[in-house]
């Protein structure tokens, strides 16, 4: 799988949108984008995926460039229950993988 | 709640022991995935189970073992326990390759 690489923390304000970055440059034409977060030491909730397209769900938006080296995860109205560890990885399709995870972003949503 | 249930919760026990950590996966989801977990730490794959055939192996210490039965629950067994395998747990499942990971709440493993 490719590597990911995310900054260690970041703060956005209560109701203004979060944009998490993500660069994965190495990534292969049959990786897709996958986006999780950890909320404190709960178990890690799935929030969306893509492999070329943006794609929008209840939850985010995931916008991927066209090179697909990188990806934006966005959150539009940033609450206090969106503070938690976002982790961008990224997956290929079939065959055996080990499904990694990296350190994430720790978003914090202030008041 | 993911589907995804993990027992028990929390467990206290003693360096050198064995402990049994389960896991019952979402109905229908094959495949299996098992995380260490340590304080302030990212997630570590250990292993991955597919319809019972290991799929994938991370760095899983040789003291651990796990397995994927006929009903597709799956067991993580830990022996000759260490302070530092004090950890949570977790346990994930999917329905598909590569899909969604859907994740359990953890077992949170404490050896004394």
């Known amino acids: 799988d490719a590597k990911t690489t995310q900054p260690p923390s970041m703060d956005c304000a209560e109701g203004r949108a979060a944009n998490l970055p993500c660069n994965h440059s190495?990534?292969?034409?049959?990786?897709?984008v996958y986006w999780y977060r950890q909320i404190h030491s709960q178990g890690p909730q799935y929030i969306i995926h893509?492999?070329?397209n943006n794609e929008t769900n209840e939850m985010a938006s995931l916008i991927i460039t066209e090179d697909r080296k990188s990806s934006t995860l966005i959150l539009p109205h940033a609450t206090l229950r969106d503070t938690a560890v976002y982790y961008c990885?990224?997956?290929?399709?079939?065959?055996?993988?080990?499904?990694?995870f990296g350190t994430g972003t720790k978003l914090q949503v202030i008041p | 709640d993911s589907g995804v249930t993990q027992t028990p919760k929390h467990l206290i026990t003693a360096t050198g022991q064995r402990v049994t950590l389960r896991c019952s996966p979402r109905s229908g989801d094959l495949s299996v995935y098992w995380y260490q977990q340590s304080l302030d730490q990212g997630l570590q794959f250990l292993i991955q189970y597919y319809n019972g055939e290991e799929r994938a192996k991370g760095n899983i210490l040789e003291r651990f073992s796990a397995q994927q039965f006929p009903d597709l629950h799956s067991e993580l067994n830990l022996s000759s326990l260490e302070l530092g395998d004090s950890a949570l747990y977790f346990c994930?499942?999917?329905?598909?390759?590569?899909?969604?990971?859907?994740f359990g709440e953890g077992s949170r493993l404490t050896v004394l």
């Open positions: 893509g492999l070329k």
């Open positions: 994930a499942s999917s329905p598909y390759d590569p899909g969604e990971l859907f």
């Open positions: 990885i990224v997956r290929v399709s079939g065959g055996y993988q080990k499904v990694t």
């Open positions: 190495t990534i292969s034409g049959n990786e897709y």
